[in-house]
């Protein structure tokens, strides 16, 4: 995955709503050994897709995407708060 993504898994899986209908989950989990700690759990509802393969797959882009949209927003946040830090001795 991209920077910063390598430490992430995205599960994605589909639930029957209807005929024909599928809700798409996904879940991001923190990568590691052993048990992997949810971070986010997300669903797409309404779509409608040939078979369950199709939604799953279709959840786990998804996934995939609020995983870098969450990634990118920590990467701003680190930097923000970075730029805040004032030099040790500047304090007024």
């Known amino acids: 995955?991209?920077?910063?993504?390598?430490?992430?898994?995205?599960?994605?899986?589909?639930?029957?709503?209807?005929?024909?209908?599928?809700a798409c989950c996904f879940e991001i989990r923190l990568a590691g050994v052993g048990e992997q700690?949810?971070?986010y759990r997300g669903e797409l509802h309404g779509r409608r897709f040939d078979c369950e393969h199709a939604a799953a797959e279709a959840a786990r882009e998804a996934g995939e995407r609020e995983a870098e949209l969450r990634?990118?927003?920590?990467?701003?946040l680190i930097v923000d708060q970075g730029r805040l830090r004032l030099p040790v001795g500047s304090v007024r």
Not at 71 to 76: G, L, T, Y
């Open 71 to 76: 990634v990118e927003s920590f990467r701003a």
């Open 37 to 39: 700690p949810l971070l």
């Open 1 to 22: 995955m991209k920077g910063g993504m390598e430490y992430l898994v995205v599960h994605g899986f589909a639930v029957r709503e209807g005929r024909g209908k599928w």
